[in-house]
Nanobody, 120 residues
Framework: QVQLVESGGGLVQPGGSLGLSCAASGFIFSSYAMKWYRQAPGKERELVATITSTGGTTTYADSMKGRFSISRDNAKNTVYLQMNSLKPEDTAVYYC?????????????WGQGTQVTVSS
C-alpha cells in the first residue's frame, strides 16, 4: 500500500533553518510529482512546493520563494523540503502528498504530517 512518512519537524527560532524528509513506498516513486503542503491551526491546508518526477522542475508558493527548496532522491524514494529564514507564520503541520491515478481515477495520498514550530 502507499505510504508517506514525514520526518524532521521540530522547534526552531525565527530566522533558523529546518529540513524535512518524506519517505515514500508502495508506488513507483520516480514516476510521480511530489508536493509539500502545510496546515496552520485554524487555516486551510495550503500548497508549499511541487517537484516533478525527475526533479527537473520545482514550483513554490509566493511566500516560500527564495526561502524553501524542494528536492528529491529517486534512488531513495524520498522527497525533501529545506526551509531557511523561517518565520513564526511558517508554524504548521507539514505534509507530503502524491496524486496517483488508480483504476482510472485520481487519488491523493498524504503522510501523517510533521509539526514545525517557529518561535523564540
Amino acid at each position: 500500500q502507499v505510504q508517506l512518512v514525514e520526518s524532521g519537524g521540530g522547534l526552531v527560532q525565527p530566522g533558523g533553518s529546518l529540513g524535512l524528509s518524506c519517505a515514500a513506498s508502495g508506488f513507483i516513486f520516480s514516476s510521480y510529482a511530489m508536493k509539500w503542503y502545510r496546515q496552520a491551526p485554524g487555516k486551510e491546508r495550503e500548497l508549499v512546493a511541487t517537484i516533478t518526477s525527475t526533479g527537473g522542475t520545482t514550483t513554490y508558493a509566493d511566500s516560500m520563494k527564495g526561502r524553501f527548496s524542494i528536492s528529491r532522491d529517486n534512488a531513495k524514494n524520498t522527497v525533501y523540503l529545506q526551509m531557511n529564514s523561517l518565520k513564526p507564520e511558517d508554524t504548521a503541520v507539514y505534509y507530503c502528498n502524491v496524486r496517483l491515478r488508480q483504476f482510472g481515477t485520481l487519488r491523493d495520498y498524504w503522510g501523517q504530517g510533521t509539526q514545525v514550530t517557529v518561535s523564540s
